[in-house]
């Protein structure tokens, strides 16, 4: 149940979010066992005047930076998500042609008490 939000600079054809979101989802699905229609994602653009990046920790970075950011709750192992992360970039890297250097990844854990699925009610947590 992650929700993925992906931030990239403005101006890219269709053909290449289709293939940021599949390439994402399908690293997931392998790594962190994503169950099939798990599918809650999201591309936001930003022009050039709200999009800002450094070369941070000596990476240097360009315009086509895809930063990333997964929401789920906690209990995946770390073995697990450092495999998510290099399939990603991996994946990204053959298709659509994302240089390592420009995929950021963050992944932010919430409590299962934290989601509600629809119809007000916490599906996670009452599950427990």
Known sequence: MPITRIAIREGKPE???????SQIYEAM???VKIKDGDRFMAITEHSD????YGD???IQ?????VQIQIFWT????TEAKMAMYRAIVERLGRDPGVRPEDVLISV????????SFGNGEAQLFKAQ
């Open 15 to 21: 053909t290449y979010k289709k293939t940021l979101l």
């Open 61 to 65: 970075r360009s315009a086509d930076l």
């Open 29 to 31: 699905r392998e790594t």
């Open 108 to 115: 932010v854990e919430a409590g299962a008490e934290n989601w």
């Open 56 to 58: 941070f920790l000596g």
């Open 74 to 77: 906690p209990g995946k192992p």
């Open 49 to 52: 005047n709200a999009f800002a």
